[in-house]
């Protein structure tokens, strides 16, 4: 099973045959990572990260920022060694084996969908805050969220909670249309082909980061040190349990690496482009996050007991509802709200309009890395064949693209974004450990391979990512953990059920790679131990 191994040579050797131009620079990379990060992480789980650290979450910020600095050293060997699309998911299946390829591909897809999802719910909050702002046309809240369905599905199940519930019920809406919307016009975009140019991803770059230079320029000076204290009001638990929610602010820069094919010198470029948009994001979150602290406070709101109240939570819903919205961490467009706290409403305003400009390009991005990790494990037989398919006019795969539309759709009408932000963490940590793991491999059974670039104090990095990354993974909720474990039972059993019996590699067959089309598989002897073309156990 982790015998059924995809050749590094075969898949470099099928990258060299593709004929798209190499036209990305370090500069490019580098702008292409930030426009990737910087997006509802900062915009809008500020709040979430408030109300589980308080001021805290500074240092929940730089832990983050530290598991993804290792995490993208590894990366950065990978990526310039094997230069093609598909990330994590051909990594593992180069070096590890397909059913751990499977299961990071499978993690992908959560990654990526429900990432896209929690940038819609973000995406949302700012624009219901323009609309109030510059139209005055204030949402009824059955439209903008879904504390109401979700209060009722917990009282049909015998929730305790009933005053909680209540209150959300009273309070509450049954689904957050504008964020359903944009995702599905999202979709759209992408099966009709639109994409990003680099001129166009640029300026959107160009937008949110004089955003939140304008943020930090305006919130810095009204600092006020009383309002980091308690500096941590929840204990080391809250920063550990924010800084996995806050790993969801640095998503992204992973997708410099699905990039590769198109960069100009890989080996120089990649690493520069990984660990340049790292470094400019965490400063930026750094400066951000002590603005929000200093100038308007970020306690969090406890219960009755003294305990910290889950953000998502009926509770919290209801507890939001009696402070009237008037704290930072029940703010949906928190850096907005911030401003607008101290004195710079139009300012505040045209930093959500930033935001409402710049994140569809963000879910963008997500729905085009899921559908194309989705894209590759059907072309590798691991999925239907069917999802594949090439739409006759717009040269998209729409079947995909059209499946992925609506499920992130859906999730981003019924969720609130914290709870889709740990969700989408847990793949993504799942993943960046298989790529440490990946890069210790490859050490110890391929050593002579060039290495463009190669992971300083790999014997220190690579467990230093890994064991970063189990850490954020065990700090996420117990309710994100079952769902993680629920998905990836499922994964195994579609796995079993369909994928390993229809596997292009155990079958004997090398699929092309992804932009290849006009390229036909080409078949090779099986591997011993593999399955041979007819069925049989070689």
């Not at 700012?126 to 903008?144: M, N, T």
């Not at 109240?309 to 008037?326: E, H, L, R, W, Y």
């Not at 992925?404 to 740990?422: R, S």
């Not at 790529?435 to 190669?454: E, K």
Request: net charge neutral; charged share 10%; proline share 5%.
């Amino acid at each position: 099973m982790l015998g059924r191994v995809k050749s590094l040579d075969a898949i470099l050797a099928t990258a060299e045959r593709k004929s798209l131009t190499r036209s990305l620079g370090a500069f490019q990379l580098t702008m292409l990572g930030v426009g990737a990060v910087i997006g509802t992480g900062i915009f809008v789980l500020t709040a979430e990260a408030a109300q589980k650290a308080g001021p805290g979450m500074i240092l929940s910020f730089i832990i983050a920022g530290a598991v993804c600095a290792v995490a993208a050293l590894c990366y950065a060997e990978m990526s310039a060694m094997v230069p093609v699309s598909g990330s994590a998911y051909t990594y593992s299946y180069a070096v590890m084996g397909e059913l751990l390829a499977w299961m990071v591909g499978w993690a992908l897809v959560l990654e990526y969908a429900v990432a896209a999802g929690a940038v819609a719910v973000g995406w949302s909050g700012y624009f219901v805050g323009l609309l109030r702002e510059y139209a005055g046309v204030s949402l009824p809240p059955e439209l903008v969220n879904a504390d109401a369905l979700i209060a009722q599905v917990k009282l049909a199940f015998g929730a305790a909670d009933t005053d909680a519930i209540q209150t959300a019920i009273a309070t509450g809406g049954y689904m957050n249309l504008p964020a359903f919307l944009i995702a599905l016009l999202v979709t759209w975009l992408l099966v009709i082909g639109t994409r990003e140019s680099a001129a166009v991803n640029a300026v959107l770059v160009a937008i949110k980061v004089t955003a939140l230079t304008l943020f930090v320029i305006l919130a810095l000076p009204v600092m006020q040190s009383s309002n980091f204290e308690p500096f941590a009001p929840l204990g080391i638990g809250g920063i550990s349990a924010a800084a996995a929610s806050i790993f969801f602010a640095y998503v992204g820069f992973d997708a410099v690496s699905t990039a590769a094919e198109e960069t100009k010198n890989p080996q120089r470029n990649m690493p520069i482009g990984l660990i340049g948009s790292l470094a400019i994001c965490t400063i930026f979150y750094i400066l951000v996050a002590s603005g929000v602290i200093g100038s308007v406070g970020a306690q969090p709101l406890f219960d009755a007991s003294g305990n910290g109240i889950a953000p998502g939570s009926t509770d919290f819903a209801a507890a939001c509802a009696a402070q009237g919205s008037q704290v930072v961490v029940c703010s949906k467009e928190a850096l907005a709200w911030t401003l607008r706290e101290i004195g710079w409403r139009q300012i505040g305003n045209l930093v959500g309009l930033a935001a409402g400009l710049a994140l569809p390009s963000v879910i963008l991005m997500m729905m085009f890395g899921q559908t194309r990790i989705f894209f590759v494990m059907s072309r590798d037989g691991l999925l239907p064949e069917f999802l594949s398919k090439v739409h006759p006019k717009y040269h998209t795969p729409h079947v995909v693209t059209i499946i992925t539309g609506v499920v992130v759709a859906v999730f981003a009408a019924l969720f609130p974004v914290g709870i889709l932000a740990d969700i989408s963490n847990s793949g993504t940590l799942f993943a960046f450990a298989m790529v440490a793991l990946a890069v210790m491999i490859l050490r110890r059974t391929d050593p002579a391979r060039h290495r463009p670039f190669r992971t300083p104090a790999v014997a220190l990095v690579a467990p230093l990512a890994i064991l970063g990354c189990v850490y954020l993974f065990f700090s996420l909720s117990a309710y994100t953990l079952e769902l993680f474990a629920g998905w990836a039972v499922l994964g195994l059993i579609v796995y079993f059920a369909y994928s390993r019996k229809h596997s292009h590699v155990g079958r004997g067959v090398v699929e092309v790679h992804e932009d290849d089309a006009e390229t036909p598989p080409q078949p090779v002897p099986p591997m011993p131990g593999a399955p041979t073309p007819g069925g049989t156990q070689a």
